[in-house]
């Protein structure tokens, strides 16, 4: 059993904060959805692109996401509905997709958005000097029939499964302004929105704040909350804070704010909490490009001395588990007959030294050829649970032998001169899953180019088929049985060491009425959330 370190008590307890919110609201007021009032939420990181299509960080999604509508969405129970599109057909053959479009949809000037706009969209992700991790969804089109202003269609060269899903994700952008450059990267939607969606741009100020206004020509699904802030606070503390000064109406919690808010009285008459099974774990991910993390015996022993469990049970107080393989555990692609590597110093020395690596003078560390074993892990500044993890990493793996150096950089630093530039021995990080199985982006071949998901160079010609064979069939049990075969390769080669699958815990202020929790989890009702007319506040300024 891994023994447990002093530090871990240290580092999960922090000194705690005075509440400052008024005794006497009262939030039993009836429910009859309103519009108006705000919503204060927080972001650890700053956007970096308001081109969807070119960022592929979560800061530039949550605003994009509220700024421009897919042709299809996700419901409660995570089924693919309407959004943009009115309607859909799909072919007999899987190789054709028919939309029509909702004839409400507008940009925030009033013009229709038509077929015109979502062609364009289409053209400039898949054009060959876009640099996006999102593009081979899309260059799977052979090509794309405009009927008229609100109906077209796409045609495959064969079946595509994750077809219908990548349309949810396709939001649309104007075509009027991606023909002001040739060059998408260089196009002004990348600060200036032209939007579609519930909310428009009211005022960004970069690693600082966000603010969004209800976009009054949104007659696809209209929120009820007119404004949106959403600040960037790059420390999970400070944000904490803030929620106990009422200042943050939504927030995602570490599970010692969790319990820090549920078992006091003052913070839970003003907050409601959930927790349910997130979509998303954290991972170190090696650079197989770098010696020595191209050999599989080292990475094996490295997730032999990892102490998984020790991980949950402390730094996530027990809101997760364990996994093995990078789809939703509990999810029908997920393999339930591997099972995440256990704890064991003792296989992990033996895999280390089929590596090549022995303290041969004594001094405590493994060395090679004369040369000790250190390397850098990379993760981000703000993230307490990430920061803790990398902590007992570092004291975990010492007993093996290793010496590990942490380096944590601030968010915007850490996504373009780490992970993009893929600078970096091993990166601790997380991925948020989307609702497609579809494990191309991050794991095939051809996505280790520049901006792609696939950062740590993984190259596996079996794995390679089996992902594009789950792909090309529709029938479930055909695809579960490639994303089970491509599991048991990532489950033998050890590329990223799988930590954990974190629960989502979040508290949202009691003034925010509509919160339905689901399978699809909170947000995707969002449009429906309102503030009571009793309790919304003066102005967006004093929200």
Known sequence: MWRKLPLLSALLLAACQQDNLPDDANYDVPATPVTGGGLNSASLGAASNLIWFISGDSASHQIAGNLYRGLLKYDAELNLVGDLAQSWVVSDDGKKITFTLNPQAKWQDGTALTTVDVSATLHAITAPTTRTPYGDDYHQITKMDVHDAQRFSVHYAEPFAPALASWASFMVLPAHKLTETNDIHENDLSHTPFANGPYTLQNWQREQLTELKANPQDDVNPPHISHKRIRVIPDQDTQFMELRHGQVDLMGLTPLQFERLQNNPKLTKHYNTYAYPGNGYTYVGFNLARAPFNDKNLRL??????????????????????????????????????????????????????????????DGLVDKDGKPLHFTLVTNQGNSQRIQTAQILQAAWRELGVDLKILVQEWSTFIENTVNAKNFDAILLGWNLGNEPDPFPIWHSSQTGPRQFNIIDFKNTEADQHIEAARRTFVQSERQQHLWKFQEIIHTEQPYLFLYAPQALVAVHKRIYGVQPAPAGLSYNASDWFVPQQLQRPSLSQQ
């Open 301 to 362: 022993a490295l997730s032999y001395a990892t102490p998984r469990q020790a991980l949950i049970d402390g730094i996530l107080r027990g809101q997760g588990q364990t996994l093995c393989c990078p789809f939703k555990p509990g999810s029908w692609a997920y393999n339930t007959e591997l099972a995440p590597i256990p704890y064991d110093l003792k296989k992990a020395r033996t895999y280390l030294e089929k590596a090549g690596w022995s303290d041969t003078d004594g």
